[in-house]
């Protein structure tokens, strides 16, 4: 079974950068699609950015094409999610996950979740 801890979230100005990781332990994550969904209070669990960990291609929800890059490190088990000019609206927790699908995915196909770390973007 893979654990996943999330860690690199904290308070930003709008416009600013951050870069979240997400360390797998207890099973060398080889098959598995590794994404980051996001939830707002009040609102559902979205997709943010998922990738292939054996051949790395990826996929990105359109709110976020061209300001957050997804990657992964075999040799360190862990992913990535570089986030740069940060909105209000990307304020929520970030959530790491392993799965089987790293194409258009739903929260469903994924079976192992970290317990997540809160961005703040503020004005």
């Known amino acids: 079974q893979v654990q996943l801890v999330e860690s690199g979230g904290g308070l930003v100005q709008a416009g600013g950068s951050l870069r979240l990781s997400c360390a797998a332990s207890?099973?060398?994550?080889?098959?598995?699609?590794m994404g980051w969904f996001r939830q707002a209070p009040g609102k559902e669990r979205e997709f943010v950015a998922a990738?292939?960990?054996?051949?790395?291609?990826?996929d990105y929800a359109g709110s976020v094409t061209g300001r957050f890059t997804i990657s992964r490190d075999k040799a360190k088990n862990t992913v990535y999610l570089q986030m740069n000019s940060l909105k209000l609206e990307d304020t929520s927790v970030y959530y790491c996950?392993?799965?089987?699908?790293?194409?258009?995915?739903?929260?469903?196909?994924?079976?192992?979740w970290g317990q997540g770390t809160q961005v703040t973007v503020s004005s």
């Open positions: 207890g099973r060398t994550v080889s098959s598995y699609a």
């Open positions: 990738i292939n960990w054996g051949v790395g291609n990826t």
């Open positions: 996950a392993a799965g089987s699908n790293w194409f258009r995915p739903k929260a469903y196909e994924f079976d192992t």
